[in-house]
């Protein structure tokens, strides 16, 4: 490893760590992204009904979850799948936000609609399909909310950064970065989930960066493990799929928890998380080897 990530990465030098570079902390309501505490960010894949939601929402707010996710504008494969309820959708998600305390991430998918999600969102999630939209990237910059970054699901690392670096230069530092699966040749899994990459994030970027078990798994029996391996990798924090009943789900159900394995990866994750607040070994910082690089 003689190459120093600081020349690899030379494109993007306002998202790496540089010498005296303090951790980006990303300010949510009354909370931060990045700081000692680990946040859930925990919903359903799509928002449904009032019912579907509100429900959800009492629940990931009594295990612990800060933020709710829920799509109102959805991408999907199918142009026959369920696409989201829109504005009625962000409407559900700010009723829910006003009876909770919950803050809201919901995808945007359009240039055209960054002004109406900002109106109801507390972050803008940009998703996996459309981190490469550079003019949608642009205008989600510049509403001022933070952005959750989605990983292309055929993206690098570099790709990632690049995407960061742009939001950046449109004059918005609150980025969080999430790793949610890459295609690979394996296709047991919906997705590979690269923990790896999530290490490496936290060593070179002083963005957050969060884990996202549920699109990498595709399989509900597998989040709980995948969001242990994001906890032990460094992460930030976790964006699960939850759903009240999965089979019943409008999208992606198959990877959704419901109420009772969400509790028990929340109680199953505690350890790992109160680990993670005490060992060396994850706190901020480049690693010897990128300081020498930064000289
Ligand atoms: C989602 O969060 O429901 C979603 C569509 O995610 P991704 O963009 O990662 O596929
Ligand atoms: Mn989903």
Redesign the pocket.
Known sequence: MREGWQERFAETPDVLIGRGQERTLVPVRDFVIGGDEFVIMAGP?SVETEDQLIAVARHVRRAGARIL?G?AF??RTSPYAFHGLGLEGLKLLAKAREETGLAVVT?VMSECDVSLVAEYADIL?I???SMENYSLLEAAARSGRPILL?RGMVATIGDLLRSAQLILDNGNPNVILCE?GIRTFETAMRNTFDAAGIALLKQVVHLPVIA?PS?AAGHRDLVPALARIGVAAGADGLIV?VHPDPDKAWS?GEQSLDFAEFDAMIADLAPWIALRNQSCGLQFGPGPRLLEAVG
């Open positions: 894949c996710r799509g959805k991408p995808e999630q998703g996996s399909r989605k949610r996202d699109h799929e992606d």
